[in-house]
């Protein structure tokens, strides 16, 4: 009998295991008859039935076709590849080549900034490019009344400017910025430029680091809140809160990313006012009372575990760690633009960024470089929020007030 264009879901010739099934065809299929092997739409089906290792042979075969189409695609891809990189290495040679040598006419690039221990940097930009650069640094609390006072009167001597970010963008408000893209700088996070003219190029980060001699491990301070124990009262270092623009960053950075209330941040402040810590102009001089053993803990930057080796310092594994983003940018009246340019390119490389890690123990935001301390690698490191003038008035006079300072 015939049955009604049913769904031939599989033919399998009884007996045999090295035959396939075709599925899928929908036949009028004689079921039961002796006619069935010389029905049409049988025999039309039987010739798609073939031999199941002849099945495999092709297919691996055109797998095999097809590893070969696509490694050599990828051979076409890698060499089309190489070739562009080739030819922008080298456009990129010849352009640096270009500016070095203006900048080798206009003598020299001078760079004003509060970043310490980069002598390794001035000395390889000086050695790599036959250019001078003049390094001078000012502390966070000079900075701005320096630069401006200088711009003023038309005699601001610095062709660069390195600071935090709240004091580039005072200098900014003022006029003294130029704009600057750095090529260097096309692998840094997107949010490192805003505007073209201030490059981020790292985080002046901030922590808790301590006397590893004089402090017992069970005794490291396991939160912020451990700043308050009266057993530190008196042992305590930190830069003044009344007029340092990143340590008020800093306290205002822990009430907005720490302390779930303002209250309980500001339990943290008074606390931390009642064990009496001894001030001090900047984070420069923090590591010294620490290192000779006056005082335990520095509320200042891990760098100087780096710079001040082999002093017995370390770090309280505290996180997250905060830090005001530290910028870069050429001053607009700068006389030697081209030098001040080539300076900025190297400042922001990635072998320059080697260097401020490795040697100077910097939190750079290059991609996958970090300062050689033992676990920062591995550390959750968050740029705080950038305070207006005005905020940084406002609460150093109020930290002025809590810390009963004169």
């Known amino acids: 009998m015939i049955g009604d264009s049913s769904v031939l879901l599989g033919l399998l010739y009884a007996g045999s295991t090295e035959q396939i099934e075709i599925t899928g065809f929908s036949l009028p299929v004689i079921m039961g008859s002796e ?23 092709k297919n691996q075969a055109i797998k095999k076709g097809n590893k070969v189409m696509k490694k050599i695609v990828a051979l076409l891809v890698l060499i089309l590849f190489v070739a562009s990189s080739s030819f922008a290495s080298e456009k990129e040679t010849r352009e640096v080549a270009a500016l070095a040598e203006k900048a080798k006419a206009e003598g020299k690039a001078t760079f004003y900034a509060n970043i310490t221990a980069v002598e390794p940097i001035i000395e390889e930009f000086s050695k790599k490019y036959g250019v001078k650069a003049e390094y001078t640094r000012l502390s966070t609390a000079k900075f701005v009344s320096t630069v401006l006072t200088e711009h003023t009167a038309g005699k601001l001597a610095a062709d660069v ?6 004091i580039l963008e005072i200098l900014e408000e003022k006029g003294v910025l130029a704009a600057y893209r750095s090529p260097a700088a096309a692998g840094y996070p997107k949010w490192t430029n805003k505007d073209g003219k201030i490059q981020i190029f790292g985080i002046e980060y901030v922590g808790l680091i301590y006397n590893k001699e004089l402090v017992k ?4 301070p396991k939160k912020y809140e451990d700043l308050t124990d009266s057993k530190w009262r008196g042992k305590i270092v930190m830069a003044d809160p009344s007029s340092h623009a990143t340590t008020i960053s800093w306290l205002i950075g822990m009430k907005e990313n720490v302390f779930k209330t303002e209250d309980a941040w500001m339990k943290f402040i008074k606390g931390l006012a009642a064990n009496k810590p001894m001030f001090v102009s900047s984070f420069g001089p923090t590591p010294a009372p620490v290192e000779s053993g006056e005082k335990l803990i520095a509320i200042s930057m891990p760098k100087y575990i780096i710079t001040k080796a082999p002093a017995p310092l370390d770090w309280a594994r505290i996180e997250p760690l905060f830090g005001t983003p530290r910028g870069i940018a050429i001053t607009a009246g700068s006389t030697r633009p081209n030098a001040a340019r080539l300076f900025v390119d190297y400042w922001l490389s990635r072998d320059s960024m ?24 591995k550390a959750k490191v968050l740029p705080i929020r950038e305070l207006s003038d005005d905020e940084i008035k406002k609460w ?5 007030k809590i810390f009963d300072m004169p």
């Open 35 to 57: 006619k069935q092997e010389r029905h049409p739409t049988y025999y039309e089906v039987v010739r798609y039935k073939t031999d199941k290792s002849k099945i495999i042979q």
């Open 354 to 377: 080697k260097i401020m890690a490795n040697k100077v123990g910097e939190y750079v935001l290059a991609p996958g470089i970090f300062p050689p301390i033992a676990g920062m690698d």
């Open 396 to 400: 150093g006079g109020e930290f002025k």
């Open 161 to 166: 400017l390195q600071a935090p970010i709240p």
């Open 217 to 220: 491990p069970a005794d490291v």
